[in-house]
T-cell receptor, first 114, second 112 residues
């Protein structure tokens, strides 16, 4: 257990469904991130939150909607996804800007869109 | 745009052998990180390299950073099966400080 908890671990959803991924950390970190990991591609940064404020949105389609109600929780709301969105979605957190000690990653949610 | 390239992408090596994984990046950065990922699992932090010439060792793995050459290496000594995993390097942009750019990963298989 890394200290960053993601739920659910696996998710299968249809293209018309709405679902949410959850990430929680109690490490005292104040920056949180969503990454997408697809087969044979580098990890892609999706969103960055620093002190609950979104600071990065890397041209992510609007069918992905992040929410960060506080520094410990991060959500990724999903709706009308496409099969190509199937991937491992990783949440990470870091202590402050600069990520001096690197990121702590959660175990990920394996998403399959059918 | 920052590019981070690792090679090789796939590495199959016998137990007891030595090998080096390379990580090249395309712009200025003085912070580089190595991660390990086992199949179906998350990324585990291995090394944090924060300055030119930094060298860190943990067990059979040793990482180094040359910021002038924009190159980091991960050296494996006397490989064992337990080291089989995918290894990623990640570069932290000096000016933003909170965004990583990951390499494509090196999938290592150690054969008994």
């Amino acid at each position: 257990e890394t200290g960053v908890t993601q739920t659910p671990r696996h998710l299968v959803m249809g293209m018309t469904n709405k679902k949410s991924l959850k990430c929680e950390q109690h490490l005292g970190h104040n920056a949180m991130y969503w990454y997408k990991q697809s087969a044979k591609k580098p990890l892609e940064l999706m969103f960055v939150y620093n002190f609950k404020e979104q600071t990065e949105n890397n041209s992510v389609p609007s069918r992905f909607s992040p929410e960060c109600p506080n520094s410990s929780h991060l959500f990724l709301h999903l709706h009308t996804l496409q099969p190509e969105d199937s991937a491992l979605y990783l949440c990470a957190s870091s202590q402050g800007q600069g990520a001096f000690y690197g990121y702590t990653f959660g175990s990920g949610t394996r998403l399959t869109v059918v | 745009e920052l590019k981070v390239e690792q090679n090789p992408l796939f590495l199959s090596m016998q137990e007891g052998k030595n090998y080096t994984i390379y990580c090249n990046y395309s712009t200025t950065s003085d912070r580089l990180y190595w991660y390990r990922q086992d199949p179906g699992k998350s990324l585990e932090s291995l090394f944090v390299l924060l300055s030119n010439g930094a060298v860190k060792q943990e067990g059979r793995l040793m990482a180094s950073l040359d910021t002038k050459a924009r190159l980091s290496t991960l050296h494996i000594t006397a490989a064992v099966h337990d080291l089989s995993a995918t290894y990623f390097c990640a570069v932290d942009m000096t000016n933003t400080g909170n965004q990583f750019y990951f390499g494509t990963g090196t999938s290592l298989t150690v054969i008994p």
